[in-house]
């Protein structure tokens, strides 16, 4: 008797790939190696009749494998073993066994470009991928482009993918659905697909500008380098290098392109050319791209696109000309310290005294504002006239012309131009000794000197 059937019976959507087993509950054919299975029986009939090839893989399972081209798609088969099947010991299976599956239909497993794709290129060739091999006439008849585009059609993986190429490049800016109709047909039988199946995209835009770096009309950032296009679509790179003009005209100029598409979101796509070079201070840049600057398929911006921007002068700068973060001054010359300036319209000076001792990482570390400052003991407010970019110094007199009593003091300074995250760099806070007499100590092993 049959112990189990592979697919079971009333099975649907069986693959038409597969393969059928049967397994009997004891041996029917004799221990044999796969060369020597030609006398033996060949016990199961398929209806509809499938080319193939089945083998026993063991004394007690028969397993049927369809030929190339498979099952039919959409079809029901009736499996069959007949009566007077003998074992290895002469019985006899007495009733004929029956069951029945049905294969899967045709059915487009997957469409590139995917669903709801953009920046398409308008000559990408389409890919759709069935789950069994197709009937290429019925096929191709069944496949359309709307808005209408011919196409070229090409048959790969055993008629299971259809690649379709347009004969002339798509319309850019255009949503298009592919639509594969029902009528097309699997290789193997009648059976079509269940349903239509349908996926649509968006082929790129024109070529255009997406944004610069900087920005049409803005002052550059300090530390800006050159400029940076983004475009709203992949550029031809022939089109653009050294093709651009810069007003005034950098000494050496680098182009750099690079493009990322993602096509399910286009926010996340980058085209992107970066022109390196330095720029001028104070300088009136501007910036054309041509006119014929174009995509990949000859599209071209159709007019020039220019862009303007100013560079800005040396940054602001407010720093205690001393040595930093520390630094002493004899009680023997009057208390005057000189302020670094340039592109400010004024500093402020304060003067500080600790209440306490200050630690070695307070006296060496002040820009980290380790140190407690509390009240300031005096402010000074100097308004400075310096021309634009030119460095100016200007000294200020913490007594009045006089000596500062000996001690520790802390000295900041400040400018409203400077940001103050970009104090770090400058002297703007300062641990101040005011003294004639200093200790040295030196300490050896076994001895100290002090002088």
Same mark, same amino acid.
């Given at each position: 008797?049959?112990?189990?059937?592979?697919?079971?019976?009333?099975?649907?959507?069986?693959?038409?790939?597969?393969?059928?087993?049967?397994?009997?509950?004891?041996?029917?054919?004799?221990?044999?190696?796969?060369?020597?299975?030609?006398?033996?029986?060949?016990?199961?009939?398929?209806?509809?009749?499938?080319?193939?090839?089945?083998?026993?893989?063991?004394?007690?399972?028969?397993?049927?494998?369809?030929?190339?081209?498979?099952?039919?798609?959409?079809?029901?088969?009736?499996?069959?073993?007949?009566?007077?099947?003998?074992?290895?010991?002469?019985?006899?299976?007495?009733?004929?066994?029956?069951?029945?599956?049905?294969?899967?239909?045709?059915?487009?497993?997957?469409?590139?470009?995917?669903?709801?794709?953009?920046?398409?290129?308008?000559?990408?060739?389409?890919?759709?991928?069935?789950?069994?091999?197709?009937?290429?006439?019925?096929?191709?008849?069944?496949?359309?482009?709307?808005?209408?585009?011919?196409?070229?059609?090409?048959?790969?993986?055993?008629?299971?993918?259809?690649?379709?190429?347009?004969?002339?490049? +798509?319309?850019?800016? $255009? #949503? !298009?659905?592919? %639509?594969?109709?029902?009528? /097309?047909?699997?290789?193997? &039988?009648?059976?079509?697909?269940?349903?239509?199946?349908?996926?649509?995209?968006?082929?790129?835009?024109?070529?255009?500008?997406?944004?610069?770096?900087?920005?049409?009309?803005?002052?550059?950032?300090?530390?800006?380098?050159?400029?940076?296009?983004?475009?709203?679509?992949?550029?031809?790179?022939?089109?653009?290098?050294?093709?651009?003009?810069?007003?005034?005209?950098?000494?050496?100029?680098?182009?750099?392109?690079?493009?990322?598409?993602?096509?399910?979101?286009?926010?996340?796509?980058?085209?992107?050319?970066?022109?390196?070079?330095? +720029?001028?201070?104070? $300088? #009136? !840049?501007?910036? %054309?791209?041509?006119?014929? /600057?174009?995509?990949?398929? &000859?599209?071209?911006?159709?007019?020039?696109?220019?862009?303007?921007?100013?560079?800005?002068?040396?940054?602001?700068?407010?720093?205690?000309?001393?040595?930093?973060?520390?630094?002493?001054?004899?009680?023997?010359?009057?208390?005057?310290?000189?302020?670094?300036?340039?592109?400010?319209?004024?500093?402020?000076?304060?003067?500080?005294?600790?209440?306490?001792?200050?630690?070695?990482?307070?006296?060496?570390?002040?820009?980290?504002?380790?140190?407690?400052?509390?009240?300031?003991?005096?402010?000074?407010?100097?308004?400075?006239?310096?021309?634009?970019?030119?460095?100016?110094?200007?000294?200020?007199?913490?007594?009045?012309?006089?000596?500062?009593?000996? &001690?520790?003091?802390?000295?900041?300074?400040?400018?409203?131009?400077?940001?103050?995250?970009?104090?770090?760099?400058?002297?703007?806070?300062?641990?101040?000794?005011?003294?004639?007499?200093?200790?040295?100590?030196?300490?050896?092993?076994?001895?100290?000197?002090?002088?």
């Amino acid at each position: 008797v049959l112990n189990q059937t592979i697919p079971e019976d009333g099975t649907q959507n069986v693959q038409t790939g597969g393969a059928v087993t049967v397994v009997f509950n004891r041996p029917v054919v004799p221990l044999t190696s796969s060369g020597k299975q030609a006398g033996l029986p060949q016990p199961l009939i398929l209806d509809p009749v499938v080319e193939g090839e089945g083998n026993w893989v063991s004394t007690s399972i028969y397993r049927f494998e369809p030929g190339p081209d498979g099952f039919a798609g959409g079809t029901t088969y009736r499996a069959t073993i007949e009566a007077g099947l003998t074992d290895v010991t002469g019985a006899e299976l007495p009733a004929s066994v029956s069951w029945q599956f049905t294969t899967q239909n045709p059915d487009v497993l997957m469409v590139s470009p995917p669903h709801k794709a953009s920046l398409v290129p308008p000559t990408r060739p389409i890919s759709i991928t069935f789950n069994m091999p197709m009937d290429r006439a019925s096929t191709e008849s069944a496949v359309s482009l709307s808005p209408g585009a011919a196409l070229d059609f090409e048959w790969q993986e055993d008629d299971r993918l259809l690649v379709a190429t347009p004969q002339e490049s +798509l319309d850019l800016e $255009t #949503q !298009y659905e592919l %639509t594969v109709g029902q009528s /097309a047909l699997s290789a193997s &039988g009648g059976a079509g697909l269940e349903k239509t199946a349908s996926s649509d995209f968006t082929t790129v835009p024109f070529p255009a500008v997406k944004q610069t770096y900087p920005s049409n009309g803005e002052i550059a950032s300090p530390w800006q380098r050159g400029i940076s296009i983004d475009f709203v679509s992949a550029m031809d790179q022939e089109t653009l290098e050294n093709r651009i003009s810069i007003v005034p005209e950098p000494e050496e100029v680098t182009y750099h392109y690079n493009e990322w598409i993602d096509e399910f979101d286009p926010s996340y796509s980058s085209f992107n050319l970066n022109i390196d070079f330095e +720029l001028e201070k104070n $300088t #009136q !840049y501007v910036i %054309t791209i041509p006119a014929d /600057a174009a995509d990949p398929y &000859g599209n071209t911006l159709g007019e020039d696109y220019v862009f303007q921007f100013e560079s800005q002068g040396f940054s602001p700068v407010a720093s205690l000309n001393l040595p930093s973060p520390l630094s002493q001054i004899s009680a023997s010359f009057p208390s005057d310290v000189e302020v670094i300036h340039r592109n400010i319209s004024q500093f402020e000076v304060g003067l500080y005294q600790p209440d306490s001792p200050l630690t070695r990482l307070e006296m060496f570390s002040p820009w980290q504002e380790a140190v407690p400052l509390g009240e300031a003991l005096r402010t000074w407010t100097v308004p400075v006239n310096t021309p634009r970019d030119e460095v100016g110094t200007t000294t200020v007199s913490l007594a009045d012309g006089g000596v500062l009593p000996n &001690g520790v003091y802390v000295l900041t300074v400040t400018a409203p131009e400077i940001d103050p995250d970009y104090r770090y760099w400058q002297n703007q806070r300062h641990v101040l000794i005011v003294a004639d007499t200093n200790i040295v100590i030196s300490e050896m092993p076994d001895e100290v000197h002090v002088w």
